[in-house]
Structure formats: C-alpha cells, structure tokens
C-alpha cells in the first residue's frame, strides 16, 4: 500500500464552524506533513511531525490546530477560519531522512471552501 | 529568505521534443533537489531527486542536472508526449535537524500533438 488517503475530498465550511481534515498512511513513515496550496501557487509547508512529534510549524495561525494520534494518523483541526484560508490542503508523509532526503508521497487534498 | 524559481509560469511545446524547465534559487545551499510532477486537482508525485555531489541523474525520458556554483537544477523530459503535460515542480531539501521541503514555484507544461 503506497496511497496517503485524505478525507474528505471537498469540504464547505461557515467562519464560525470547526471541522477537521484527516490523514492516513500505512507505510510505516513516521514523518509526515500538512501543506497548503492556492490555484497556481506551489504547496506552502505548514507542519511537519517526526515520530509523532511536531517539530516545525511555519508560523501557522492558531485557527489551524495540528494532531498526530499516531504513527499512521493526522488530523488538522479548523476552528474560526477565513475567506482567505480557502485552499487545497495536501499532507504527506515520508521515511524520516536519515543523512538521505526521502521522497514525499501525497494524497489528493482536501479542497476547502470558506464562506 | 529562501527563494525557489522555475522559469517560466507556463511552457508550451510540441510533440517529440524536447522540454527543458529551470529551477534556480538564491540564499540557500540545498543538499539535495528533488523533481515532481502534480496533475489538477492531484498531489505532487515524486519523479527524481539528485544530490548537491551529482552532476547529472537520469531516468527514462527524464533527466536533471544540478550545478550548485549557478544554484540551478535543469530538468528535461525527451521525446515529450501529450501525456506528459502537467505541472512540475521543483524541491529544495533542508538536512538540518527536520528535513524541510520547500517547493518551486512550478511550471505548467504543456505538449501538443
């Protein structure tokens, strides 16, 4: 099984909802990524975790609140978001680089509309 | 800050040539780059990485080149073919401590028949 599987594929959401996006792979990576994407922009990294640890966060507003349960789940949860937040978001997940870059493998995104 | 180019936004090409895209960056020293290609709607698929030692790394019909005194990777697809036309993009590879990937701006391919 080579697929990070992302749910749900569409999502329409109001400024005042909380909803969460989720992520699942079972490929025994133990790093994985949330990254975001607008129409014709490249994928703009907003976390990483390594071996259930988050261990970078871009900067993310506080509206965007990452979880790794476990080594093949992860959650981001949304709460007040805005217009702007509007966007594709991509996670993937990855062998944790060990003096090698792994390659990513991503799943399909989730597009998110706010309203 | 970090800067990642890929030359041009789009690039059209015909069928059975050659496709050459550039990736150049500025304020970083990357020990490796990594190519993907990303269909609409899709996410990125990993087509080829190369080292900050390698000069030149090929598979099929593709290959890269990454010359770090210009601090650019080439990447060219040969004998390209309507299948091919998507959007690629480039990946510098942070090694200290988390490894940190940091896309390209991309370039949207396009190859007539």
Request: charged letters at 20%; one cysteine or more; proline letters at 5%.
């Amino acid at each position: 099984d080579t697929e990070v599987t992302q749910t749900p594929k569409h999502l329409v959401m109001g400024m005042t909802n909380k909803k969460s996006l989720k992520c699942e792979q079972h490929m025994g990576h133990r790093a994985m990524y949330w990254y975001k994407q607008k129409a014709k922009k490249p994928p703009e990294l907003m976390f990483v975790y390594s071996y259930e640890k988050l261990s970078i966060n871009e900067s993310v507003p506080s509206r965007f609140s990452p979880e790794c349960p476990n080594s093949s789940l992860l959650n981001l949860h949304l709460h007040a978001l805005q217009p702007e937040d509007s966007a594709l978001y991509l996670c993937a997940s990855s062998q944790v680089g060990q003096g090698f870059a792994e390659k990513l493998f991503f799943g399909s995104g989730t597009q998110l509309s706010v309203l | 800050s970090q800067k990642i180019e890929q030359n041009s936004e789009a690039l059209n090409i015909q069928e059975g040539k050659t496709a050459t895209l550039t990736c150049n960056y500025t304020n970083y020293s990357p020990a490796y780059l990594q190519w993907y290609r990303q269909d609409p709607g899709r996410g990125p698929v990993f087509l080829l990485l190369i080292r900050e030692n390698e000069k030149e790394k090929r598979k099929e019909r593709l290959k890269v080149t990454f010359d770090t005194t210009l601090k650019q990777s080439l990447f060219h697809i040969t004998a390209s073919q309507p299948a091919d036309s998507a959007t690629y993009l480039c990946a510098l590879v942070r090694t200290s401590g988390t490894y940190k990937y940091i896309f390209g701006t991309g370039t949207r391919l396009k190859v007539l028949a």
